[in-house]
Every structure is written in structure tokens, then in C-alpha cells.
């Protein structure tokens, strides 16, 4: 098992939220390094809990939700 708080943050999702790039830079992060921690801005989640928004991504990225903590989210092949 990875030590998730180790890991260092690899994408940062800012203002713009979760476009077509970012995605594709998330699936990029997980090939390469199997498990990726993803930072999102608090906006990103407005109308959702921040769980959902986790899970969501997870299903637009076809990875394995690990955990969340705040605004940062662990995601995984």
C-alpha cells in the first residue's frame, strides 16, 4: 500500500475546473506513476459535496477513487 500522504501533488485543477485537458493530464499522471494526488480549488466543488466531486472525477478520468481529504483527491489505476 502506498503512503498517500507522501505522495506529492501532481495536477492541480484551478478555475477553469475539470476540461478536457486536465482530464487527459490526470490519465497521463496515473500511467505513469499508478497513484496520483490531484488538488482542486474550493469552486470546483460548488453545488456538490467535496466527495462527490472526487468520485465524479474518478469516472471522467476511469480511475480507482482512493480517498479525499479537503480539496485534495487520490486517485489511482
Known amino acids: 500500500m502506498v503512503d498517500t500522504h507522501a505522495l506529492p501533488i ?35 466543488a460548488m453545488g456538490k459535496d467535496k466527495k462527490a466531486f472526487a468520485r465524479d472525477l474518478a469516472v471522467k478520468t476511469n480511475t480507482k477513487f482512493v480517498s479525499q481529504v479537503g480539496f485534495v483527491v487520490v486517485l489511482s489505476r
Do not use: M
Not at 11 to 16: D, E, L, S, T
Open 10 to 44: 501532481r495536477v492541480r485543477i484551478g478555475k477553469a475546473g475539470v476540461t478536457d485537458s486536465i482530464v487527459a493530464e490526470i490519465k497521463r499522471q496515473v500511467f505513469k506513476y499508478k497513484t496520483v494526488k490531484v488538488k482542486f480549488l474550493a469552486g470546483n
